[in-house]
Structures are given as C-alpha cells and as structure tokens.
C-alpha cells in the first residue's frame, strides 16, 4: 500500500529537495547524458542501475580521478534524475564546491 507523504511531517532537507524536484531546469541535465565520455557513462550506467533496483542493489560509489576529469559535471547528471521524482542529496565539504553542484549545500548545514 502507498503511503501518502505529509511533507510537513518531513526534515527541512527533503522538503526543499522535493521543491527542487520540481523545478523545470533541472529536466535539462539530465538530456545531457549522451555527452558523458566513455568512463563517466560507465559510472553513469552502474550508479542508475542500482537506483533503479534498489530493492536488491544497496552500494556507495567512490568516484575519484584528477582534476578537470568530468566529475562534477557527472554529478550534475547524476542529480537530474530529480526530474524523475528521485531524492538527491548534493552534498559538498565547502561553500564553494556546492556551488558546483545543483541544488548543492554544504554537509554541516
Ligand atoms: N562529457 C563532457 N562533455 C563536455 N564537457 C565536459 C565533459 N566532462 C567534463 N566536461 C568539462 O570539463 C571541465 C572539467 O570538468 P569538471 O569540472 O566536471 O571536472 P572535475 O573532475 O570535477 O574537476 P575538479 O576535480 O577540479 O573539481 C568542465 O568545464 C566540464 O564542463
């Protein structure tokens, strides 16, 4: 049976993350998906394929290269499937780098 959600009843973070949901701009990201290079897509595929089993597939993904290499920019596409009703919880270690992320905030906040 499905649980109808008061929002009132959530935390802040997921409130204004389902309000984020919402926003139209973020659909675009997702779009962007046929840009990923070769190894961002490959991430790209095993993250999503454990979003989308999620009954039977519980990971954590490190993502870790050098500077400039496309990490950022794969997170901004991961993040879009907010567009698909999805809970995405961008969290940085400073100001600055979750400005990078959309909808990002620092992780003390
Ligand atoms: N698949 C892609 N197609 C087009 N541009 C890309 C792609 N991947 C990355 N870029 C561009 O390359 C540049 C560096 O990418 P990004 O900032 O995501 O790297 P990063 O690994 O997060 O860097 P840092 O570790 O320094 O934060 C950015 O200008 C980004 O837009």
Redesign the pocket.
């Given at each position: 049976m499905t649980r109808i959600r008061n929002l009132d009843e959530e935390p802040r973070v997921i409130q204004d993350e389902l309000e984020l949901c919402l926003d139209v701009w973020l659909e675009d990201e997702l779009h962007n998906v046929y840009?990923?290079?070769a190894e961002?897509m490959g991430i790209f595929e095993a993250v999503m394929e454990c979003i989308d089993n999620h009954k039977v597939c519980t990971r954590v993904f490190f993502i870790d290269?050098p500077?400039?290499?496309?990490?950022?920019?794969l997170y901004n596409i991961l993040l879009g499937n907010r567009s698909m009703g999805k809970i995405n919880l961008a969290m940085a270690s400073s100001g600055i780098a979750a400005l990078f992320l959309d909808g990002g905030r620092i992780v003390h906040s």
């Open positions: 840009l990923l290079y961002q290269g500077g400039d290499t496309g990490k950022t920019f």
